[in-house]
């Protein structure tokens, strides 16, 4: 899996959209960007994720570069509940290998 | 659709006893992953099951570590003769067939060795 790179912490005023970038220069074609969150204590959540086209669910915004080497998570009005640690991860398609947590980028929404 | 389950969610043992940590997977899901979170460190993988078969136990400790995913039942961790260093976070997450790609995960079970 490609390797990615992120701030390691992020603030961001509450009601605010929050972006988080993520760096992943040695993607490869059939590698899909992954975001998770985890906050204090508890289990991952499954954000987010896309290939190439932008995606948009319940919970957030996925942009993808055209070139694929960079990726923007996007939580359009933050919460104080969105305050976690929030993990970009790449893997490629179809694979059922375990996921490999960086270090994230911990963000921190403030009243 | 019930999200993945682990039991207990907290569990003290003593030096020396046996931990046991069940997961059970969200309905559809055959693929079963254990990872383990250290205090104030990332989390970590361990072992990777489906049905019956262990698929990659790279993570997994050489000793006292063991997992299984049975025909029936949850998945269970095993980790005999706890030793302090064993008091972590362990989550289990699990992914369909059709979605292997996408792990979702349960609570997490805290084990605190005395």
């Known amino acids: 899996d490609a390797k990615t790179t992120q701030p390691t912490s992020m603030d961001c005023a509450e009601g605010r959209a929050a972006n988080l970038p993520c760096n992943h220069s040695t993607i490869s074609g059939n590698e899909y960007v992954y975001w998770y969150r985890q906050i204090h204590s508890q289990g991952p959540q499954y954000i987010i994720h896309g290939l190439k086209n932008n995606e948009t669910n319940e919970m957030a915004s996925l942009i993808i570069t055209e070139d694929r080497k960079s990726s923007t998570l996007i939580l359009p009005h933050a919460t104080l509940r969105d305050t976690a640690v929030y993990y970009c991860?790449?893997?490629?398609?179809?694979?059922?290998?375990?996921?490999?947590f960086g270090s994230g980028t911990q963000l921190t929404v403030l009243p | 659709n019930a999200g993945v389950m682990q039991n207990p969610r907290h569990l003290v043992r003593r030096r020396g006893q046996e931990a046991r940590l069940r997961c059970s997977p969200m309905?559809?899901?055959?693929?079963v992953y254990w990872y383990r979170q250290l205090p104030e460190e990332g989390l970590k993988f361990m072992v990777y099951l489906q049905k019956e078969n262990i698929i990659d136990e790279s993570g997994m400790p050489k000793e006292r570590f063991s997992a299984e995913f049975p025909k029936e039942g949850p998945s269970i961790l095993r980790i005999q003769q706890v030793v302090r260093g064993d008091s972590a976070a362990y989550f289990c997450?699990?992914?369909?067939?059709?979605?292997?790609?996408?792990?979702?995960f349960g609570p997490g079970t805290r084990l605190l060795v005395l």
């Open positions: 309905k559809g899901h055959s693929h």
């Open positions: 991860i790449v893997r490629v398609s179809g694979s059922a290998r375990q996921l490999t």
């Open positions: 997450a699990s992914s369909s067939p059709t979605s292997r790609e996408t792990q979702y």
